[in-house]
């Protein structure tokens, strides 16, 4: 009975997805510790405000942008602007691996980084924020589960199923450098005419100081981790290039050949795309 009971849920909770996945505008997806989260608040902030909602913050951003789940704070359930569609797209977040049966054939926004430091970022996030890794950095670099294997096979098999979708590629890198500018692009993908004024409001509401005393005051969902260490926050340094902070040369340069031998050319091209390069090793 409990097998059968499951079973239907599980069923129940796909049918679900993908009816949602059918009515989403686009998706916004990315591995873990890309950066994902100041380019969600942008948005969330802007498409408040074309809703005449002000702005947002580090928890009501999941009203406008909400995760590709169930979860009724965070997740598809929480989207608030049904009504307002033609003002806010449902633009669903995902970190989830490929899967056409889950995407469907709608649009996707993909955001990449440079891996040496998606993999030091994710590294203290599982050390120090979610507490699940023990290991070094060595071997977290290593490690299938949450290092850079794991970060390989997400992109290769993102890199494959974006050919059956209309797609836009970014980096934090390029947001970073001009984030106008590369705002503005990915707005008119979404086929937004793009409000200058609402979009500098968004940028300046969405800066990675303001983002970390909102979550320094405590102003994110509950989670046990201590806000008080740097390196265990959400916001931890939004640094470009900050690996070179944490990794040895030979750890970076380990990072950068597996990249080169193990990405696929479609995978290494979405980097490229987004200015990240491992040039000697190609």
């Not at 059918?22 to 405000?49: C, E, N, Q």
């Not at 996030?125 to 096979?153: N, S, W």
């Not at 806000?227 to 750890?251: I, N, P």
Request: proline share 4%; with cysteine.
């Amino acid at each position: 009975m409990l097998t059968t009971q499951r079973a239907l849920r599980k069923m129940e909770t796909r049918i679900k997805m993908t009816w949602a996945a059918s009515g989403a505008d686009a998706f916004l997806v990315s591995y873990p510790k890309s950066g994902r989260t100041w380019f969600r608040h942008i948005l969330s902030d802007y498409f408040s405000r074309t809703a005449h909602d002000g702005n947002v913050d580090l928890f009501r951003m999941f009203e406008v942008l909400p995760n590709f789940d169930l979860d009724p704070e965070r997740g598809i359930p929480a989207f608030r602007y049904t009504e307002q569609r033609s003002r806010v797209p449902l633009i669903l977040v995902s970190h989830l691996n490929y899967r056409h049966m889950l995407f469907l054939h709608r649009p996707v926004i993909f955001m990449v980084r440079d891996p040496r430091d998606v993999v030091v970022s994710a590294y203290f996030h599982a050390t120090r924020h979610k507490h699940r890794f023990e290991g070094d950095m060595d071997a977290f670099i290593c490690d299938y589960q949450q290092g850079l294997p794991a970060l390989i096979v997400y992109l290769n098999s993102w890199a494959k199923g974006l050919k059956h979708h209309r797609h836009a590629v970014l980096s934090y890198e390029e947001l970073t450098g001009d984030p106008v500018g590369t705002s503005s692009r990915i707005l008119r993908f979404l086929r937004h005419d793009p409000s200058a004024a609402d979009l500098e409001e968004a940028i300046q509401a969405s800066r990675f100081e303001a983002m970390r005393e909102h979550e320094v005051a405590g102003g994110l969902p509950a989670h046990v981790y201590d806000r008080g260490d740097a390196e265990s926050r959400r916001m931890r340094r939004g640094k470009v290039g900050g690996f070179a902070d944490y990794l040895t040369d030979a750890q970076a340069e380990l990072i950068e050949r597996t990249c080169s031998e193990w990405l696929t050319s479609a995978a290494k091209e979405l980097l490229c795309r987004g200015g990240i390069h491992f040039s000697r090793y190609n």
